[in-house]
């Protein structure tokens, strides 16, 4: 017995300690195996007595006292250390009689009970002090360390559409009292679209006009540039987001008519207007199209429906105002009666944008080095962590060597992605406890937890986390011969016919919640005798929707919701965040994913949670077939995601989110395997003194199945309980038996007489826009039968090798998306049917050009009788050459009626000429003319002229659609 001062006295045996049972027990959500007892109280006399009772009466329930246990086993003389445990003084009682008895409980001591104690206690990961606040803790490298979080493209719409028609009377504004009487007179002014409907403002600053909307005070061709002052989209620089887009792809329909009901002689003319810039003072003209432009001295009423189809690039600060500008010059004295524009129910706009902004660097801890300080923290240092599954060939305290994909996995918090710092500027806590951190990685991996001897330190343990595999090892390491009776049970706690695996915490607000796949999906499996799901869905948040909005919102002060949550990120062997383009994608496509190239953490997707809990709950299925799988029933957000990973992955194809997950979906078919089945074999059998203290010893001993053998059959199994009584000798054996079913291959398709026609194969009518290709993919059939057919097309001259696209199709021609210029091999199996393949196959290479440059010339006339002209390459096109041209133009003055041509050769006067440089990259260029007449005035322009091109064609040169001056060469 050890006393509070550590003196050491030989008691005698307590009464009790013959019935004393030790075990061995497997925790049922660690799956680790641990030590125990099982025995209530012990009775001491004498000495023993004595001393327990001095401790009691001086301290009461705080005594402390520890029992020391040693077993005479072998060499006579030399005892062995069996136990180690504190007398528990809550638990104290005595009476004195015949004889005085103390009767006291034991309770558990060393590192075990102090994890045990403090598993749900939270530990600051920034720290250096473990709970005795006088242990250091070591620094690690990989321990509150800079990890810079990429941008995520987040989509943005703003919407506008019309239900009923809309109209605005010109008439009812002031300026037009001028000119709608008797006389003469011109007024001009912007109007912007009704729309009746706007269901969606999420690009910051959005103002659709849902009202009538004139202001006399724009004009279009009085020098001034004047817009209105009302934008459509204001990209402020200081929104809440704080990220602007890039780019806004805008489509609109403009659909209605101009009535005019007057006998007076007019000139109309009704134009569309497009424009971008910082303020209403500068702003570059983008595109104008006519609505409606006449002479009469009649009623007219004009029909327009023009379309719009573009990327508007824009800055942050930029304001993008879309309007129509009326001019209306009356020259006779007939009353205006009416004059009304009408906005047709097929009227609408439609911005959409997707926003992003610079990364940010963000304090993370690597998954690793978040438990070492953890469990560190709450034993004093006593026990550290090590892992194969969560280790890397640089972690720290123990390095392995490999870099496992799991162990490349950061954790951090809200606050600490916010970047947000205390009233004293520093960095706050990160708080965890080793419970949240082994349920996070369990819901997303299915993991065990064991504490064994520590190799690196001895007389230390060391924590450790492990594939749950890890501790159903298939080696045998204990036989037992000599049990005379096994009973089978059913372990109903293992028996399940629901799943549910994801995150529980993924929405953040309006945007991107029918985009996001980091949330929650639900299986069920075909075991109809019971009800009972499995939930291993989880808190932490990896969503990449929810880390870009939290990331954003670092100037805002405001609490977040979830800035005390732990933030979950994939990174790749760089330490880099594992975008979708790092080479762990790519071997697969992607497809329904939403800017797949800004996306990551797509290694522990919700399906991908399914594969690692597959062999598990498929457990309770006692002949497993191809068909044997998890069904998927619901999910949230996106579950129409799909995409395959290269090397952290387990499927062998493109993975969608909302599939059944089959044993066939493995790429590894063993992976899919259930280990055990759900039950247990109980036995009793002999066990020597020194078995046990082995089993103790070895902690591999523990995860090794045993073989029992019993008249004349072997059972494989592993333990789950053992129950051992030293001074009998005996165990009772609880073991969990090894699923011994064996997976079928799958079956092999049948052939069928389709085939396709050798050399057939063609991949055509290429279209590419710069960033997205797309062709057709045909053949000829030759014998025909076939219902669907198999394509794959990659990139390079090797059919089937390197990255690209695969899929059925049940029609020919396949039109095939995501290609680019350059070298693509095909390949093709027909089909009878989905079992049954056609008699060969079909293969072919192909270069697929690069399409010629194509610039679009926009011209028109501005103040003085200048000319402006804008140069655009065709949508998505990117300028790889820089070239130049000289231009000039031929107009018509309608002041004078007169045409005046100048600017190129054989013009007069031929000069001054005017030069366009066209850039490598380059989006647009704007070109304006030198001066046309001595006096201001307006009229139309009768033709454009090129001229000495160097570095392009005339052939790739075209005018803009609707431009109605001719285009001419030199």
Same mark, same amino acid.
């Given at each position: 017995?050890?006393?509070?001062?550590?003196?050491?006295?030989?008691?005698?045996?307590?009464?009790?300690?013959?019935?004393?049972?030790?075990?061995?027990?497997?925790?049922?959500?660690?799956?680790?195996?641990?030590?125990?007892?099982?025995?209530?109280?012990?009775?001491?006399?004498?000495?023993?007595?004595?001393?327990?009772?001095?401790?009691?009466?001086?301290?009461?329930?705080?005594?402390?006292?520890?029992?020391?246990?040693?077993?005479?086993?072998?060499?006579?003389?030399?005892?062995?250390?069996?136990?180690?445990?504190?007398?528990?003084?809550?638990?104290?009682?005595?009476?004195?009689?015949?004889?005085?008895?103390? +009767?006291?409980?034991?309770?558990?001591? @060393?590192?075990? #009970?102090? %994890? *045990?104690?403090?598993?749900?206690?939270?530990? =600051?990961? $920034?720290?250096?002090?473990?709970?005795?606040?006088?242990?250091?803790?070591?620094?690690?490298?990989?321990?509150?360390?800079?990890?810079?979080?990429?941008?995520?493209?987040?989509?943005?719409?703003?919407?506008?559409?019309?239900?009923?028609?809309?109209?605005?009377?010109?008439?009812?504004?002031?300026?037009?009292?001028?000119?709608?009487?008797?006389?003469?007179?011109?007024?001009?002014?912007?109007?912007?679209?009704?729309?009746?409907?706007?269901?969606?403002?999420?690009?910051?600053?959005?103002?659709?006009?849902?009202?009538?909307?004139?202001?006399?005070?724009?004009?279009?061709?009085?020098?001034?540039?004047?817009?209105?002052?009302?934008?459509?989209?204001?990209?402020?620089?200081?929104? +809440?987001?704080?990220?602007?887009?890039? @780019?806004?792809? #805008?489509? %609109? *329909?403009?659909?209605?008519?101009?009535?005019? =009901?007057? $006998?007076?002689?007019?000139?109309?003319?009704?134009?569309?207007?497009?424009?971008?810039?910082?303020?209403?003072?500068?702003?570059?003209?983008?595109?104008?199209?006519?609505?409606?432009?006449?002479?009469?001295?009649?009623?007219?009423?004009?029909?327009?429906?023009?379309?719009?189809?573009?990327?508007?690039?824009?800055?942050?600060?930029?304001?993008?105002?879309?309007?129509?500008?009326?001019?209306?010059?009356?020259?006779?004295?007939?009353?205006?009666?009416?004059?009304?524009?009408?906005?047709?129910?097929?009227?609408?706009?439609?911005?959409?944008?997707?926003?992003?902004?610079?990364?940010?660097?963000?304090?993370?801890?690597?998954?690793?080095?978040?438990?070492?300080?953890?469990?560190?923290?709450?034993?004093?240092?006593?026990?550290?962590?090590?892992?194969?599954?969560?280790?890397?060939?640089?972690?720290?305290?123990?390095?392995?060597?490999?870099?496992?994909?799991?162990?490349?996995?950061?954790?951090?918090?809200?606050?600490?992605?916010?970047?947000?710092?205390?009233?004293?500027?520093?960095?706050?806590?990160?708080?965890?406890?080793?419970?949240?951190?082994?349920?996070?990685?369990?819901?997303?991996?299915?993991?065990?937890?064991?504490?064994?001897?520590?190799?690196?330190?001895?007389?230390?343990?060391?924590?450790?986390?492990?594939?749950?595999?890890?501790?159903?090892?298939?080696?045998?390491?204990?036989?037992?011969?000599?049990?005379?009776?096994?009973?089978?049970?059913?372990?109903?706690?293992?028996?399940?016919?629901?799943?549910?695996?994801?995150?529980?915490?993924?929405?953040?607000?309006?945007?991107?919640?029918?985009?996001?796949?980091?949330?929650?999906?639900?299986?069920?499996?075909?075991?109809?005798?019971?009800?009972?799901?499995?939930?291993?869905?989880?808190?932490?948040?990896?969503?990449?929707?929810?880390?870009?909005?939290?990331?954003?919102?670092?100037?805002?002060?405001?609490?977040?919701?979830?800035?005390?949550?732990?933030?979950?990120?994939?990174?790749?062997?760089?330490?880099?965040?594992?975008?979708?383009?790092?080479?762990?994608?790519?071997?697969?496509?992607?497809?329904?994913?939403?800017?797949?190239?800004?996306?990551?953490?797509?290694?522990?997707?919700?399906?991908?949670?399914?594969?690692?809990?597959?062999?598990?709950?498929?457990?309770?299925?006692?002949?497993?077939?191809?068909?044997?799988?998890?069904?998927?029933?619901?999910?949230?957000?996106?579950?129409?995601?799909?995409?395959?990973?290269?090397?952290?992955?387990?499927?062998?194809?493109?993975?969608?989110?909302?599939?059944?997950?089959?044993?066939?979906?493995?790429?590894?078919?063993?992976?899919?395997?259930?280990?055990?089945?759900?039950?247990?074999?109980?036995?009793?059998?002999?066990?020597?003194?020194?078995?046990?203290?082995?089993?103790?010893?070895?902690?591999?001993?523990?995860?090794?199945?045993?073989?029992?053998?019993?008249?004349?059959?072997?059972?494989?199994?592993?333990?789950?309980?053992?129950?051992?009584?030293?001074?009998?000798?005996?165990?009772?054996?609880?073991?969990?038996?090894?699923?011994?079913?064996?997976?079928?291959?799958?079956?092999?398709?049948?052939?069928?007489?389709?085939?396709?026609?050798?050399?057939?194969?063609?991949?055509?009518?290429?279209?590419?826009?710069?960033?997205?290709?797309?062709?057709?993919?045909?053949?000829?059939?030759?014998?025909?039968?076939?219902?669907?057919?198999?394509?794959?097309?990659?990139?390079?001259?090797?059919?089937?090798?390197?990255?690209?696209?695969?899929?059925?199709?049940?029609?020919?021609?396949?039109?095939?998306?995501?290609?680019?210029?350059?070298?693509?091999?095909?390949?093709?199996?027909?089909?009878?049917?989905?079992?049954?393949?056609?008699?060969?196959?079909?293969?072919?290479?192909?270069?697929?050009?690069?399409?010629?440059?194509?610039?679009?010339?926009?011209?028109?006339?501005?103040?003085?009788?200048?000319?402006?002209?804008?140069?655009?390459?065709?949508?998505?096109?990117?300028?790889?050459?820089?070239?130049?041209?000289?231009?000039?133009?031929?107009?018509?003055?309608?002041?004078?009626?007169?045409?005046?041509?100048?600017?190129?050769?054989?013009?007069?006067?031929?000069?001054?000429?005017?030069?366009?440089?066209?850039?490598?990259?380059?989006?647009?260029?704007?070109?304006?003319?030198?001066?046309?007449?001595?006096?201001?005035?307006?009229?139309?322009?009768?033709?454009?002229?090129?001229?000495?091109?160097?570095?392009?064609?005339?052939?790739?040169?075209?005018?803009?659609?609707?431009?109605?001056?001719?285009?001419?060469?030199?």
């Amino acid at each position: 017995m050890i006393g509070s001062a550590g003196t050491e006295t030989q008691v005698d045996d307590p009464q009790g300690w013959e019935d004393l049972t030790v075990t061995l027990d497997r925790d049922d959500t660690w799956k680790g195996i641990f030590f125990g007892y099982l025995v209530d109280k012990l009775q001491f006399d004498g000495i023993g007595a004595m001393l327990i009772k001095d401790e009691y009466d001086t301290n009461g329930v705080s005594g402390q006292m520890q029992l020391l246990i040693e077993y005479l086993c072998g060499d006579p003389g030399v005892f062995a250390f069996f136990y180690q445990g504190n007398l528990s003084f809550v638990q104290y009682g005595d009476s004195c009689g015949d004889e005085c008895l103390v +009767s006291i409980g034991i309770e558990d001591t @060393g590192d075990i #009970m102090l %994890m *045990r104690n403090n598993y749900q206690v939270d530990v =600051n990961l $920034n720290n250096s002090f473990a709970f005795d606040g006088e242990t250091v803790l070591t620094d690690y490298a990989k321990l509150n360390f800079d990890l810079t979080i990429p941008s995520r493209g987040i989509l943005q719409k703003s919407t506008g559409s019309n239900t009923v028609l809309q109209s605005m009377s010109f008439l009812e504004y002031p300026g037009w009292g001028d000119i709608s009487g008797s006389g003469t007179g011109t007024e001009q002014g912007g109007l912007m679209p009704i729309f009746s409907e706007t269901p969606l403002a999420e690009i910051e600053n959005t103002s659709i006009n849902t009202g009538p909307f004139y202001d006399s005070g724009i004009r279009f061709n009085d020098g001034t540039n004047s817009y209105p002052t009302q934008p459509f989209i204001d990209l402020v620089t200081n929104q +809440s987001l704080k990220c602007a887009p890039q @780019g806004v792809h #805008m489509q %609109m *329909r403009l659909k209605g008519r101009l009535i005019d =009901n007057s $006998n007076a002689t007019r000139i109309v003319d009704l134009n569309s207007n497009i424009g971008v810039g910082p303020n209403a003072a500068n702003v570059t003209n983008l595109d104008n199209q006519i609505l409606a432009t006449y002479e009469e001295g009649t009623f007219q009423t004009t029909e327009f429906d023009v379309s719009y189809d573009q990327i508007v690039s824009m800055n942050p600060g930029d304001k993008l105002y879309v309007y129509a500008i009326i001019t209306y010059q009356k020259l006779s004295s007939a009353v205006i009666q009416q004059l009304v524009i009408e906005w047709d129910p097929e009227t609408f706009v439609s911005f959409t944008a997707t926003s992003y902004c610079d990364p940010t660097i963000v304090k993370s801890y690597m998954i690793n080095e978040a438990t070492s300080r953890t469990i560190e923290a709450i034993t004093n240092g006593d026990i550290r962590f090590y892992s194969t599954y969560f280790g890397r060939i640089d972690s720290e305290p123990y390095a392995i060597g490999d870099n496992p994909c799991p162990g490349l996995f950061a954790v951090t918090n809200g606050l600490n992605m916010r970047r947000r710092l205390l009233a004293d500027n520093t960095q706050p806590g990160f708080f965890v406890n080793l419970k949240k951190i082994f349920d996070d990685l369990n819901a997303i991996y299915n993991i065990g937890l064991t504490i064994e001897p520590d190799q690196n330190r001895p007389a230390y343990n060391r924590l450790r986390f492990e594939d749950w595999r890890y501790f159903f090892q298939d080696d045998v390491g204990l036989v037992f011969n000599d049990a005379t009776k096994i009973n089978r049970d059913v372990d109903e706690t293992r028996l399940f016919n629901r799943l549910t695996v994801g995150y529980n915490k993924w929405t953040a607000g309006q945007f991107t919640g029918l985009d996001e796949f980091m949330t929650k999906r639900k299986y069920r499996i075909n075991i109809n005798a019971i009800d009972k799901e499995l939930v291993m869905s989880t808190d932490m948040i990896c969503s990449t929707y929810t880390i870009e909005i939290t990331r954003r919102l670092d100037q805002t002060t405001q609490d977040w919701q979830y800035d005390s949550d732990i933030f979950g990120l994939c990174l790749n062997d760089n330490y880099q965040v594992a975008l979708f383009t790092d080479p762990v994608y790519g071997s697969y496509g992607v497809s329904n994913v939403l800017d797949p190239d800004s996306c990551y953490n797509g290694r522990i997707s919700p399906a991908r949670s399914g594969e690692h809990w597959f062999s598990y709950v498929l457990q309770g299925i006692r002949t497993l077939g191809p068909n044997s799988r998890l069904i998927f029933t619901t999910g949230e957000g996106n579950y129409i995601a799909e995409y395959g990973i290269k090397l952290c992955g387990m499927e062998g194809a493109e993975l969608s989110e909302g599939q059944d997950i089959e044993i066939t979906t493995f790429e590894d078919i063993t992976d899919a395997k259930p280990v055990i089945y759900p039950e247990t074999i109980t036995f009793d059998h002999a066990l020597s003194w020194n078995v046990f203290t082995r089993i103790l010893a070895e902690p591999n001993l523990k995860y090794k199945s045993i073989a029992v053998k019993c008249n004349g059959n072997i059972t494989q199994a592993w333990l789950k309980t053992l129950e051992y009584k030293p001074n009998a000798g005996m165990a009772k054996i609880v073991a969990i038996p090894k699923n011994n079913s064996i997976i079928p291959a799958p079956v092999p398709p049948e052939t069928c007489g389709a085939t396709i026609v050798p050399g057939s194969i063609t991949l055509t009518d290429f279209e590419y826009d710069g960033s997205e290709g797309v062709a057709k993919l045909d053949f000829t059939e030759g014998v025909p039968g076939a219902t669907l057919w198999h394509f794959i097309v990659t990139q390079g001259s090797t059919p089937g090798s390197g990255p690209g696209i695969s899929g059925n199709a049940t029609f020919h021609p396949i039109t095939i998306g995501g290609l680019s210029p350059g070298t693509w091999s095909a390949f093709i199996v027909p089909y009878c049917d989905v079992a049954n393949v056609g008699a060969n196959y079909a293969e072919g290479t192909f270069e697929l050009p690069a399409p010629a440059l194509k610039m679009l010339i926009d011209a028109k006339l501005i103040s003085t009788n200048k000319a402006q002209m804008t140069i655009t390459p065709d949508t998505g096109i990117t300028v790889t050459t820089a070239f130049s041209f000289k231009w000039g133009l031929c107009f018509v003055n309608t002041s004078s009626g007169l045409t005046y041509c100048h600017g190129f050769p054989g013009a007069s006067p031929a000069t001054p000429e005017t030069t366009v440089n066209y850039p490598i990259g380059g989006t647009s260029v704007i070109s304006v003319s030198a001066q046309g007449t001595a006096v201001p005035s307006f009229g139309y322009i009768q033709k454009i002229v090129i001229f000495d091109m160097v570095g392009i064609t005339a052939a790739e040169i075209s005018k803009a659609s609707l431009s109605s001056w001719p285009l001419e060469f030199m």
